[in-house]
């Protein structure tokens, strides 16, 4: 399905969709056509849509929503890693659904929604995903720092898993991760570490991302410790 | 395959561990009975007929070096060994004086004749089971003195002890003709005499040695095995004092080595004492058999008992070696602890049979000990061949396996009752366990649904002030139709953001109350949005606050959200300031704005004050307090929380 939107920039942002409210999904896909600089570029409204829509050309922000009435949008974030690597996944969430949240950006996704947010917030968070930043809550933060630290005990006591700068957190991060638990917002973190407003939210795609290699490399640690796995 | 050798090896072992010692003790059995070798009916000869004669003479006078048989007088009978010779047979011969008939001394003469020609050469030997007599032995051979017993008088294991005399390498080739054996002894005590043996000391020595085994040696460990378990039965009773049982037990095992020991003790019946105790231990043995079944079958028999102490004190002051002899009627002494041993057994019988099996094991072993006693007093008495065996040493074996019998079964019955006691408590206690597990489960039960219970209190109360009083109102104006559609979207987002605190309150902040602000902020910001008003967050730093559970987060929640709501609504101002300070006693969250301010008072007393009394309220729940301070360029609300929520709110 294939929308047309007027080609106003050079480089529109490709937006696909999967969503399985029809509601909501139409609501999406008329803010994306709406905005000058996206393009819709597919929706699927079940799981093996979206999986089937990941064989063709690939779009620079993911928006998928977790119930899928097939299966579990988690499969698509993983299968999006390897068949669309340079695609931004953004999970649409309700709210209080952190534990879901936390889940995803573990299988790699680079950011959420929340799904009562407004247009112009949709298109925002778009926009910030798609230029390599990502969004952040108080309790999100709160729940990565506690995984770190957590992780970062695990890390010291197993001697197979070398504490590299990948699995990580510096300093900085560590930084902002802080200032979000106490309320303060992406612009004033910028001001108050003196960076720009796109450094700290390139620095929450990092810590994302290492998010995600720490629970693969915890996965596989577990994984030795159970005998599962051989290398 | 492995495994199943394994489990096969421990069987080996033990099995090994059984045939091997078994095995040790037969081939030490069969040496023992295998020695010599030889065929005593082929190689010796046995010597059953006698000539005999009594003479009698002033007193005991040592025996002459040599005696020529033919020299005696001429007055031979013969006669068949073995055989007893009475005082009235010895007497009717010689002289017989009225007067100091005690100190007369007879002389027993018994002459075997050995001519023949059929003796085995090498070393030879004289052998025979038994001489009883209360006086010396002297044994000539062809004339010659060649073997004296008994030379200080009768020993107390003479009776116990064969005769045994080596002949050495046959005389030059010349067997002996002649055995003449002299016996001097009291005229008027008897004298037994038992066949003998003469032949290849090899082979004799087998049945000497088996005889003196059977009879002495066997009898003699038997006993002091018994007495050694009696020790460890004292031991055991020194431990538990309240098991007479035990004590009795040692008792038994003490007297009986007492009453047997003169049948391995070697010395002459010189000591009267030691005379007196071998009497009256035997009845000592007895009563301590009686206690020791009484005992067991939890009757007193006073009567018995009382009949048995007097016995035992008659006897034991009539045999006082300061009183006249009485070895006269040693006989008829024996005999009454006979009939008490056997009085003891029936009575003890009538009386345990039906009650205990270790009675009844006890008192079958008593009746065969009273039973083994008999032909000793026959044998005593003479009325049984002296020959014969003196089983009465058996005694001791018969108590020894009697009670060892016992101890085996209360020791392995013992060793099964803690088992079963083990496997009962560990029983018990798994079912305590299990026990405790349903009603620890049934306590948690109870807490989860008084958890659960409280916290849809708690909501029910929220959503009653909040959520379902906007939703209610907000339905009847859709009813009414006087509502337009943003005003409903404000209404259902406000519904929303109360909805989303009421979640957030869930969310553990532990104790963090700049994390619960945080969220408020995030939650609030798109309501800012598009309002024009800069929100400043001055937050610093607060210490935890352990008090901070969902319930009094909620509160905490509400109060901030009213105070910004108030601000939005009323205050038409372009900034909020959120700022945080720590205190000595707690924590002030301190929001101003730069609106038009109102009169806090008015608005406290008028209905519109709703909220604010709603903030009141909800501080005080969570033991903090509001405040209000508003002029023309602005309010300032606190809400001050305590560090401590035992501290008292002043």
Known sequence: ?231 | MKTRSARLFPHILSYAALIFPVAMLIVVAAWRLGEGGLDPASTSMHLANADWQVTLQAGMQAPPSSVDSKTLPNTWKSTTLPRAFSPAVASGTGRQGATGRKQEVSTTWIRLSAERTSLPSGPLALYSPRIKTDGTIAIYVDGKLTHQEQQQGPLWNSLFTPLWMGLGEGANGTPPQEILICVQHPAASWVGMSSLWLGNAASLQRTYDMRLWLQRELPAMLSAAFLAVGVFALFVWFKRRHETSYLLFFNVAATSFVAHMHYYVGMPIANDWFAWLTINSLLWLVAALHFFLCHLHGRPLKWLTRALILALLVIGVVTLPLLPDTSSFAWAIYAIILLTAGSVVVVGAVNAWNRTSEGRVLVVGLGLCALVGVPDWFLHNNIMSTEGWFTGAYTNAITFGMFTLLMFHRYVNAIADVERTNASLARRLQEREAELARSHKLLLDAELRQTISDERQRLMLDMHDGLGSSLISAIRSVERGNIDDAKMSQILKDCLDDLKLTIDSMEPVEADLLLLLATLRFRLEPRLEGTGIVLLWNVRELPALAWLDPSNALHILRIVQESIANILRHAHASEIRVSTKLEEYGVQVVMEDNGRGFDVDKALDSSAGRGLHNQRRRALAVKGRVSWKSGPTGTCFSLWLPLDSDAAVN
């Open chain 1, 1 to 231: 399905m294939q929308a047309q939107s007027p080609d106003s920039e050079p480089f529109p942002i490709h937006v696909a969709v999967v969503e399985d409210d029809r509601d909501t999904r139409d609501a999406l896909c008329k803010i994306i056509q709406a905005a000058p600089d996206m393009r819709l570029a597919g929706t699927a409204c079940t799981l093996a849509e979206g999986m089937a829509m990941l064989s063709g050309p690939p779009a620079d922000v993911l928006l998928v929503d977790l119930g899928l009435p097939d299966g579990s949008g988690i499969d698509i974030i993983r299968a999006t890693a390897t068949q669309w690597p340079s695609c931004s996944v953004m999970v649409s969430t309700n709210f209080g659904d952190e534990t879901h949240v936390m889940r995803s950006l573990e299988m790699g996704a680079a950011g959420y929604l929340l799904k009562d947010s407004s247009p112009a917030k949709i298109i925002d968070e778009i926009r910030i995903l798609a230029s390599g930043g990502s969004p952040i809550s108080p309790i999100i933060a709160r729940q990565v720092l506690m995984r770190f630290r957590q992780s970062g005990t695990e890390a010291a006591s197993a001697p197979a898993q070398p504490a590299d700068q990948s699995t990580l957190l510096s300093a900085r991060e560590r930084e902002v991760l802080d200032y979000i638990t106490k309320g303060f917002t992406t612009n004033e973190i910028a001001k108050l570490m003196a960076l720009s407003h796109f450094t700290v939210r390139s620095f929450v795609r990092r810590i994302y991302g290492k998010l995600k290699v720490t629970s693969k490399a915890e996965a596989i640690f577990e994984a030795k410790a159970l005998g599962l796995s051989r290398d």
